[in-house]
């Protein structure tokens, strides 16, 4: 997707219509067929997948194309600027993770590591799901 930003400005508040986009629900769909999960949850399960990596992308790419004239370079400064201006009182947990550096190092906006840490979590939460549907016997 961001080597396409063009696709991030359609329609992503409509359900798959185009061709391209069936087939890949049609894939998805296909990929989790015996998982025990019904054809509802199937589908839950792959709009939330892609909403997620469209999400991430749109985000990559808003930050990227702001790069060039922000002031604010990455995700150090911006953990560093948040530092100096957080008002402890109002925002005492976000006051707390920017003291512990929370934001990473990482001098870009978006770290490849961020991404792969809330697909992980998804695709824990979608193994946990399954689990529970072969422990109940739905499999």
Known sequence: MLGRPWLLALGQHTPPA???????????????????????????VATTLTGYAARQAALAHALNSAAAGDP??????YGEILGQVLDPD????????????????????????????GLDLLLDGIQALIDRRCDRGQH
Not at 20 to 42: I, K, M, Q, V, Y
């Open 72 to 77: 604010i370079a990455g995700l150090t400064e």
């Open 18 to 44: 185009g061709p391209r986009s069936l087939r890949w629900l049609d894939r998805a769909l296909a990929a989790l067929a015996g998982t025990g999960l019904d054809h509802g949850e199937r589908i839950n």
């Open 90 to 117: 109002g925002y005492p947990e976000l006051t707390e993770a920017v003291r512990a550096n929370a934001f990473g190092a990482a001098e870009e906006w978006i770290d490849d590591a961020d991404f792969t840490f």
